[in-house]
């Protein structure tokens, strides 16, 4: 699981996330994501942004609104199930596109440590490539994707 965050003209690294040791599944728990926001929102989030995460569980914890009250981060709400409304989504498919382009044997590489490793390498490497102007026009077609929501009276979209 990776973690990354971008705005118009500024984005955060490629974050890789490792589970947590303490959990029952060993998965990346809410404590996870609130280190990582300590880590990484002060420096990201600038007076006037718009926070957006989706609505997985470890994202709505109460420990991590209240991170996010604490660091003064604004957040938008946005409908359940609506991956449509969120531009990082395309992002993580042009980052799949571009991992398979630069490297193509990973589509079909075993599942092992070895692989796991060359993946991070691979994706924190297409992470850094994609063109800032990709960046520019997923965040300029947020009013567009709101509005096609509210039209869509919170269905599917083609975004």
């Known amino acids: 699981m ?5 705005g118009y003209d500024v984005h955060t690294e490629l974050v890789p996330l490792d589970g947590d040791p303490d959990s029952h599944r060993g998965g990346v728990t809410a404590q996870v994501i609130y ?24 994202h709505t914890a109460r420990i991590i609104y209240g991170l996010l009250e604490e660091l003064g981060v604004n ?11 969120n531009p990082i989504e395309n992002l993580w498919a042009i980052m799949k596109a571009k991992i398979y382009e630069l490297y193509p ?16 390498q691979a994706a924190k490497e297409a992470w850094k490539d994609i063109e800032e102007h990709i960046l520019q026009h997923l ?5 567009h994707r709101i509005e096609a929501v509210i039209l869509a009276d919170g269905w599917y979209t083609k975004y």
């Open 35 to 58: 280190d990582l926001y300590q880590d990484q929102l002060p420096g990201f989030i600038q007076a006037g942004d718009i926070f957006m995460q989706d609505n997985a569980p470890v």
């Open 75 to 85: 957040i938008m709400i946005w409908p359940p199930y609506s991956p449509d409304l």
């Open 139 to 143: 965040c300029a077609t947020m009013p």
């Open 105 to 120: 044997y990973l589509e079909h590489a075993p599942n092992n440590e070895e692989t796991l490793e060359a993946l991070i």
């Open 2 to 6: 990776f973690w990354a965050g971008f």
